[in-house]
């Protein structure tokens, strides 16, 4: 399993890096470059969320090719947009019907991220069952 991740301003890569993601998993950015290719694995991905709720178009982009392998989404925000706030987690989560993991305002802080790490841990291992039994 990986971490896919598409940071606007920085603040999702730095929740990325302070949360050691990849030393846990492994990790992808979505660019404007690569946001078409397709990734051959499971992968939660971590998202900035732009406006009054809106999923960037990298983002959209990606989903595109890549939804069928998502297994969760988490999203990045900032509190000052009210009810808005991280809504394009809640927006690829209800279109693509993957789990909500978690919002974090902007970079996280440190137990946002040890939340994430641990999240992201109990999915993985979940996968790793089923890959077992299914052999």
């Given at each position: 399993?990986?971490?896919?991740?598409?940071s606007m301003t920085g603040n999702v890569r730095r929740f990325i890096?302070?949360?050691?993601?990849?030393?846990?998993?492994?990790?992808?950015?979505?660019?404007a470059a690569n946001k078409d290719e397709p990734v051959d694995e499971p992968f939660i991905l971590v998202t900035s969320t732009y406006g009054y709720g809106g999923v960037p178009a990298e983002v959209k982009?990606?989903?595109?090719?890549?939804?069928?392998?998502?297994?969760?989404?988490?999203?990045?925000?900032?509190?000052n947009w009210g009810a808005h706030?991280?809504?394009a987690?809640?927006?690829?989560?209800?279109?693509?019907?993957?789990p909500l993991l978690m919002k974090f305002e902007l970079h996280?802080?440190?137990?946002?991220r040890e939340e994430f790490i641990e999240k992201a841990g109990a999915i993985?291992?979940?996968?790793?069952r089923e890959e077992i039994q299914s052999h």
């Open positions: 399993m990986i971490i896919a991740f598409y890096k302070n949360s050691k993601a990849g030393e846990h998993f492994g990790t992808y950015e979505i660019r982009s990606f989903l595109r090719v890549n939804h069928r392998r998502m297994v969760a989404v988490a999203s990045s925000g900032n509190r706030y991280a809504m987690g809640e927006h690829v989560s209800n279109e693509y019907s993957v996280g802080t440190p137990g946002e993985h291992e979940s996968i790793r």
